[in-house]
Structures are given as C-alpha cells and as structure tokens.
C-alpha cells in the first residue's frame, strides 16, 4: 500500500509540552488485513531524513492509551486493539522535534500473528511538511 494511504497527511506534528517542543509525531495505519493486539506488534522503526529514532524513544497511542515499545509486547487487552484501517499515533521523543519545512520518513511495522509462520514486515516512506 503506498505512502498516501498509510500515513494520515494531517498526522505530521511537533510534540509541545509546558511550551517546549519535546518530539514529533505522526499517525499510520498497520499493514495488516486484521485489527491486532498490540502484543503481536513486535517492532516500530522510525527513520526520518536519514536519522532513525532509537527504540525507547518511540511512543504507540492508540485508544487514548500510550505504550512504550516494551509494554506494547505485554498488552493482551482487546481494549488496545490496533483495528484495520485505523490510525494510530507515533511519538518519537526527540528534544526540538523537527524543524519547519519539508522531511522524508519511512516507517517500518513488524507483527507476528501466532497463525503465521513468518512475520509480517513492511516499511513505508512519505514526504510530508512541519508547520
């Protein structure tokens, strides 16, 4: 599935809190034809402009619930489902977030459904604008 319907165009944004920039963040869909626990999503990789993200600095929301890569392996809830066709929220903690302008990401998703004898991995790329 291309970029454009991955990524949610409007999902592009600096992280502010008590007036300081501390992250950015962007929405994506997972590429999976099921909704998922977030314990089957064994993996996020950020890479943006050629700098990738290090693992404990990437947050996953999705429900209103926010999980460091480590507890999204533990949560077994279906109240954390990460439902086909759904957006949810990628944090990337980084100190000034990312300047204005035009940026290049690729994001990479690995889930591992039990059913499956392999894992399922896919990276997708877009360009998208801060403002």
Request: proline share 4%; aromatic share 12%.
């Amino acid at each position: 599935m291309a970029g454009r319907q991955i990524f949610n165009p409007d999902g592009f944004r600096n992280i502010e809190q008590d007036g300081k920039v501390v992250g950015y963040e962007f929405q994506f869909k997972a590429q999976y034809y099921r909704g998922v626990t977030l314990s089957i999503v064994r993996d996020i990789q950020v890479t943006v402009d050629g700098e990738k993200a290090a693992p404990e600095d990437i947050r996953f929301t999705v429900n209103g619930e926010t999980f460091t890569l480590d507890e999204m392996t533990t949560v077994v809830d279906s109240d954390y489902r990460w439902e086909f066709g759904e957006f949810a929220t990628v944090s990337v903690m980084k100190e000034g977030g990312l300047a204005k302008g035009s940026h290049h990401i690729a994001a990479y998703q690995k889930i591992v459904p039990s059913y499956m004898p392999f894992p399922m991995e896919m990276t997708n790329e877009t360009d998208f604008e801060i403002c």
